[in-house]
């Protein structure tokens, strides 16, 4: 990951698309606001999607707090096999 403060660089817009190619890059103005640009793949575009689907978020939320187990015999049961 690479800072870039764009308060003291000259450059480009096409060239932080091409550092961004290479490694996620942090571009800070000289407010100290930070902004991330960084190449998006299928995968990345579907996690980022869900991180901002807030019923998405609740459902793992809810899932993770669950404890409740089941045995391999007894999964096997439920689902006919």
């Known amino acids: 990951m690479k800072t ?8 480009t ?4 698309i091409e550092l961004a190619e ?3 890059v942090i571009l800070r103005k000289s407010d100290g606001t930070e902004f991330v640009l960084s190449a998006v793949d299928d995968f990345a575009a579907e996690v980022e999607a869900l ?3 807030q019923e998405f978020m609740e459902f793992l939320a809810h899932r993770s707090g669950s404890t409740k187990q089941l045995s391999l015999l007894e999964a096997r049961k439920r689902l006919g096999i």
């Open 22 to 24: 290479q490694d996620t």
């Open 51 to 53: 991180r901002q689907n």
């Open 13 to 16: 817009v096409v060239e932080l």
């Open 4 to 11: 870039i403060d764009l308060a003291q660089s000259n450059l």
